[in-house]
């Protein structure tokens, strides 16, 4: 099993550009995460899709845009990036909601100029 | 302001000492986990507590939930050089959202 894997593992953009930050997991899980993590600040929680079909807002969910395509994939966009945007970005799921275990891709780390 | 702060931020011991990490919230939370992550991975869980009180060991990490719910604390003991990492607290204070702490960075010196 591949576990949570993350596409790519590191960008650069321009201020302005476009991109989409793609996750995908193996484990059947239903509830499937986007964070991004800044120092002396954790892991602050972006969007959330509990199920098929269904987004949920976050903790800091302005900029971004995400997609469940299926149970197996969550992409997070970001239509015009800034540099305020620049950060390691985390993709997670779990069996169900809150409270279960959350596994952990590897991360993309991006760059904003 | 975080939901979770985590203190110390930076923690350098030497091997052999004892620790222990603080995670306080003023919200209630209905269970708190604990991860480790290591540079340039994601975080892994190491324990979930549930119940008000509870004590849970893992090998010579001893957690501790505090008894109304809002604290919780992590306590190492004879670190070794493998324990370095990020440690991260995190929970769900209400619904599907979920609150990482801040973080504290441990640095075991051999």
């Known amino acids: 099993n591949a576990g949570v894997t993350q596409t790519p593992k590191f960008q650069v953009l321009k201020t302005g550009q476009s991109m989409t930050l793609q996750c995908a997991q193996d484990m059947n899980h239903n509830s499937m995460y986007w964070y991004r993590q800044d120092p002396g600040m954790g892991l602050r929680l972006i969007y959330y899709?509990?199920?098929?079909?269904?987004?949920d807002k976050g903790e800091v969910p302005n900029g971004y845009n995400v997609s469940r395509l299926n149970k197996r994939e969550f992409s997070l966009r970001l239509e015009s990036a800034a540099p305020s945007q620049t950060s390691v970005y985390f993709c997670?799921?779990?069996?169900?909601?809150?409270?279960?275990?959350?596994?952990f891709g590897p991360g993309t780390r991006l760059t904003v100029t | 302001t975080q939901l979770l702060e985590q203190s110390p931020q930076f923690l350098s011991i030497q091997e052999g000492e004892n620790l222990t990490v603080y995670c306080n919230s003023s919200s209630v939370f209905s269970s708190l986990q604990w991860y480790r992550q290591e540079p340039g991975e994601g975080p892994v869980l190491l324990v979930t507590v549930v119940t008000g009180g509870e004590v849970k060991k893992l090998k010579r990490l001893t957690f501790q939930f505090g008894d109304a719910r809002k604290d919780s604390s992590l306590h190492i003991t004879a670190a070794q050089p493998g324990d370095t990492g990020l440690y991260l607290c995190?929970?769900?204070?209400?619904?599907?959202?979920?609150?990482f702490g801040t973080g504290t960075s441990l640095t075991v010196i051999p």
């Open positions: 899709s509990a199920s098929e079909g269904t987004t």
């Open positions: 997670a799921s779990s069996e169900e909601g809150s409270g279960y275990e959350q596994y």
């Open positions: 995190a929970g769900p204070p209400t619904g599907n959202q979920f609150y």
